[in-house]
């Protein structure tokens, strides 16, 4: 059965505070994972992931993917009260046309 | 530039009760797709379609029934609704036509409670 592992399931740490989430999966043809931003409502896209080793930056949030080791990393740096979110990571199973959701990593940064 | 509308964003329902969550984009995206999320447990995938005309049964179908008959319109539809469909509901849709092939755009979300 497909599935996606993220851990910590929560976190709290103070602003200027580096972090890094975890993503590990099992599918069956990979195809790629995403890594999602989710606030009060609906998540937001952050990342998308094919290779091993090639790291995605956007600011402060870094992301890469280790297809060897079935499993992928979020980094944030200087964290941000803004960061305070869940960040929901996705795989997506190349035989089939769905998207499999982990049950996400809650941050809070407080000031 | 709406993306993925959904309506209503909150319902009260009782046992038993049938209604139909409304999903529209506008993206020309042919992948729809529905996904229930409760506390502890992800984004779970109801049901989901790559084109008009064509569903599929995701992780959790049970009570629920979807069609595609136009591109743009995915309604989700529960037969009789039981107190374990509370929750919140996602549409989502995405381009391409083999599936998945990047982002999802999400919609707002829609609040379901069954009493």
């Known amino acids: 059965e497909d599935k996606v592992v993220q851990s910590p399931l929560s976190l709290v740490v103070h602003e200027g505070d580096t972090v890094t989430l975890n993503c590990s999966y099992e599918?069956?043809?990979?195809?790629?994972l995403l890594w999602y931003k989710q606030e009060k409502k609906a998540p937001t896209f952050l990342f998308m992931l094919?290779?091993?080793?090639i790291e995605k930056k956007s600011g402060r949030l870094s992301s890469i993917l280790d297809k060897k080791e079935l499993f992928s990393i979020l980094n944030i740096t200087a964290t941000q009260t803004g960061d305070s979110a869940v960040y929901l990571c996705a795989v997506e199973a190349g035989n089939t046309d769905k998207l499999i959701f982990g049950t996400g990593t809650r941050l809070q940064v407080f000031p | 530039n709406a993306g993925v509308t959904q309506t209503p964003k909150f319902q009260v329902l009782k046992t038993g009760q049938s209604m139909t969550l409304q999903c529209a984009q506008d993206m020309n995206h042919e992948y729809m797709s529905w996904y229930r999320q409760d506390p502890g447990m992800g984004l779970r995938l109801i049901h989901y379609s790559v084109g008009a005309g064509i569903t599929d049964q995701g992780e959790v179908p049970n009570g629920y029934n979807v069609s595609r008959s136009t591109t743009e319109d995915f309604p989700l539809r529960l037969l009789s609704a039981a107190p374990s469909q509370t929750s919140v509901y996602f549409c989502?849709?995405?381009?391409?036509?083999?599936?998945?092939?990047?982002?999802?755009?999400f919609g707002e979300g829609s609040r379901l409670t069954v009493l």
């Open positions: 094919t290779s091993s080793g």
């Open positions: 989502a849709s995405s381009y391409g036509l083999a599936g998945v092939s990047g982002e999802l755009f």
């Open positions: 599918v069956t043809n990979f195809r790629s």
